[in-house]
T-cell receptor
Framework: QQQVKQSPQSLIVQKGGIPIINCAYENTAFDYFPWYQQFPGKGPALLIAIRPDVSEKKEGRFTISFNKSAKQFSLHIMDSQPGDSATYFCAASKSSGTYKYIFGTGTRLKVLA | AAGVIQSPRHLIKEKRETATLKCYPI?????VYWYQQGPGQDPQFLISFYEKMQSDKGSIPDRFSAQQFSDYHSELNMSSLELGDSALYFCASSLSRRVEQYFGPGTRLTVT
């Protein structure tokens, strides 16, 4: 059973578009939600993360929206560029204890030039 | 900035052989996590260490073992390899009691 559900599986947008990737979690004990970007053959790189005490966080062109009551969070990429083409993973963790991450299934994003 | 180092980057083994993967965390990081990522799949947590002690265990087969050494590097030992063990193995490190994890480039293990 996938504890963190991610959609869509793949996404194609034009350069300058705003791709949106959605994640939903089940365990209300989760209180740390990072997003990772992964290029083929590379390790996941931490992009941005959010905790449930805020509803939105921005870092550069990346924005996380968080809906605690719906147990959902989303990644928005503003002014997307071909270099953003990668696989994006959301994850969830408790911020106490051992901090192991539960990942979503990933979204393969392609930004067309 | 220094990153997580993993070696080897690629490894080819035959069925029933053994493999050892190494992870060198970011300097001053004392916590190490191991994840397995199958083709087209999300990373799955295997095991973690904090201050050289096992701190959590996930879906790690009994054929696998791991440890963290006094310099905080970690090794994942895999025995009786099976075809299904072919995957990318990532190590991540974090600073004690902080939830942010930083991933290494991974070791691609191919079992033939």
């Amino acid at each position: 059973q996938q504890q963190v559900k991610q959609s869509p599986q793949s996404l194609i947008v034009q350069k300058g578009g705003i791709p949106i990737i959605n994640c939903a979690y089940e365990n209300t004990a989760f209180d740390y939600f990072p997003w990772y970007q992964q290029f083929p053959g590379k390790g996941p790189a931490l992009l941005i993360a959010i905790r449930p005490d805020v509803s939105e966080k921005k870092e550069g062109r990346f924005t996380i929206s968080f809906n605690k009551s719906a147990k959902q969070f989303s990644l928005h990429i503003m002014d997307s560029q071909p270099g953003d083409s990668a696989t994006y993973f959301c994850a969830a963790s408790k911020s106490s204890g051992t901090y192991k991450y539960i990942f979503g299934t990933g979204t393969r994003l392609k930004v067309l030039a | 900035a220094a990153g997580v180092i993993q070696s080897p980057r690629h490894l080819i083994k035959e069925k029933r052989e053994t493999a050892t993967l190494k992870c060198y965390p970011i300097p001053r990081h004392d916590t190490v996590y191991w994840y397995q990522q199958g083709p087209g799949q999300d990373p799955q947590f295997l095991i973690s260490f904090y201050e050289k002690m096992q701190s959590d265990k996930g879906s790690i087969p009994d054929r696998f073992s791991a440890q963290q050494f006094s310099d905080y590097h970690s090794e994942l030992n895999m025995s009786s390899l099976e075809l299904g063990d072919s995957a990318l193995y990532f190590c991540a490190s974090s600073l004690s009691r902080r939830v942010e994890q930083y991933f290494g480039p991974g070791t691609r293990l191919t079992v033939t």
